[in-house]
């Protein structure tokens, strides 16, 4: 059983394990919703009970790889309450994890009583450090294909009917676009027989947006669906992967407060330090307690001011896991933001070319022309490495992303992610030319020349205004840095 056939197995159309459909699975201008239903218990505390007669605890780790070879990997039952007939029924609940992908919990309800059956996914991992925000254009009937993972927190939003799934107001599910619109109409659906039979006027209204909804699937105009997840665990798929998808942008974001406080996560106070800390931070190295990403096990982390030569000063952090060994660095710029944006260009020509050092801010983004080939802002995150080991990180972030490959891959999907490896292959051992650009708006990305403090024939370096959009990602727009103490107007 392949991972992606497991999740698909999943997700189903109802809200989860022991329970109805869930009520307001949407929210729409003039659309009545009640109350959600009472709800059997929950995965996370069913699990820590035990496992159910029929059973067989996996042993080891908590979380196990997906495989049908594991035969010590066996679901646990337990007995739940059906909330259809309110006889009990059996929930089964796996706790596994997808390669390449993070821990989730695949959890099924069956009654043998009435017959009622439903599925759930939920994410098991960590929150991500920034949220992430999805937006498509739908423009053919191929979109409605497209895969997409959605969490209990992402907000789902389609502007041109003024129509919204609110967080927490559905379970977490792998479907597609044409699933996720089925699902908000089974929701609006289900209570319009009581609704007619009392005569409300909202039935007729309610009536008429599910024809909207239902007329979306059919794409006879574009629209917008946006999938907004304060958690970074959302995804939509790029069926052109690894080419950039046009219709697609994917914007990640730092969360506010609010959205600190719906995930659960305490926000503190910044503590003052004296005004001299400056230097002391960069003579030591500061440690303090994190999870590992991997195994999810307690780790430690490294910081430490960095000046690099030629450069500017940044931070450096890196985590090393004593449980799995798995280890991973992190840079972020240690300066203000640049008031002109950076593009650099170098022509690979040479195999010591792999060697240069490389900064990568997280406002980077990386194009190769000859691949078409571009990494958007964000992905990745912050590195200081070297040209070879970011093309290496490319090819697996794109050769083993998991929504690639696996049951759901084409033949023809395959051959092109194979063919995109070996040209990158070619790269790294210097038997192909080609160019390799970072546009970082935000100024804080380098690639080292190795003429300094001459010229480098092979690499240009160009300076430029931003636009607005550049701007409106980095924050800047909306940032007063004149006049804010007479409460002038903020300068763009």
Sequence with gaps: MSAMGALERGPGPGPGPGRRPERGAGRAVGAASGPPAPSSPSPSSASSSGPGPGSSPASGALFRPLSAED???QPTEIESLCMNCYRNGVTRILLTKIPFFKEIIVSSFACEHCGWSNTEIQSAGR????GVRYTLAVRAQEDMNREVVKTDCAVARIPELDFEIPA????????????????AVSGLEQDQPARRAKGEA??????EFIAKLKQLKRVDSPFTLIIDDPSGNSFVENPYAPRRDDALVITHYTRTPQQLDMLGLQTEEPEERPADSGEDLRNEVLQFNTNCPECNAPASTNMKLVQIPHFKEVIIMATNCEH???????VKSGGA???LGTRITLHITDPSDMSRDLLKSETCTVDIPELEFELGMGVLGGKFTTLEGLLKDIRELVTQNPFTLGDSSTSRRAE?????GRKLDQIVAGTMNCHFILDDPAGNSYLQNVYAPEDDPE??????????????????NDMKTEGYEAGGPPRR
Excluded: M, W
């Design 202 to 207: 909202v039935a007729g209204k309610i009536d």
């Design 459 to 476: 690499l240009k370096v160009e300076r430029y205004e931003r636009s607005f959009e550049q701007n409106e990602d980095l924050g800047l």
């Design 416 to 420: 092109k992610l194979e063919e995109f």
């Design 127 to 130: 929150i991500q450090d920034q």
């Design 71 to 73: 035969e010590d990997q």
């Design 324 to 330: 799995c060994g798995h280890r991973t660095n992190e």
């Design 337 to 339: 933001v640049e008031p």
């Design 168 to 183: 927490f107001s559905q379970k977490g599910a792998l479907t597609t676009i044409e699933g996720l619109i089925n699902r």
